[in-house]
Nanobody
Framework: VQLQASGGGLVQAGGSLRLSCAAS????????VGWFRQAPGKEREFVAFISWSENWQYYGDSVKGRFIISRDNAENTVYLQMNKLKPEDTAVYYCTADSRFHKDSLWYRRLWEYNYRGQGTQVTVSS
């Protein structure tokens, strides 16, 4: 499976963007998908996760209440709707996917637990 993130850009604080993570080379429907971001000089940060069944969505503390993750398995795409953007949301955003069973219920928060990772898309929020 190949992942391609898109939808980044420049937006003013308080604005919105919707990122897309499109999968190719196989069905996406059995993969849990996560979004991570990395700002210059900072460690990579967990942003959001959605299970393959859509039954579970989880968010990093810094984006809770502002970001919404969703998916369209028929389109092999996962979305990240980002609202009320802040300058500190500026980062390169990456989508990741994994289909394996994980015993640790918090595995989705760790980037190395995913076996597929796409190229990032830049999000810049101006103040």
């Amino acid at each position: 499976v190949q992942l391609q993130a898109s939808g980044g850009g420049l937006v003013q604080a308080g604005g919105s963007l919707r990122l897309s993570c499109a999968a190719s080379g196989g069905s996406f429907s059995r993969y849990g998908v996560g979004w991570f971001r990395q700002a210059p000089g900072k460690e990579r940060e967990f942003v959001a996760f959605i299970s393959w069944s859509e039954n579970w969505q989880y968010y990093g503390d810094s984006v809770k209440g502002r970001f919404i993750i969703s998916r369209d398995n028929a389109e092999n795409t996962v979305y990240l709707q980002m609202n009320k953007l802040k300058p500190e949301d500026t980062a390169v955003y990456y989508c990741t996917a994994d289909s394996r069973f994980h015993k640790d219920s918090l595995w989705y928060r760790r980037l190395w637990e995913y076996n597929y990772r796409g190229q990032g898309t830049q999000v810049t929020v101006s103040s």
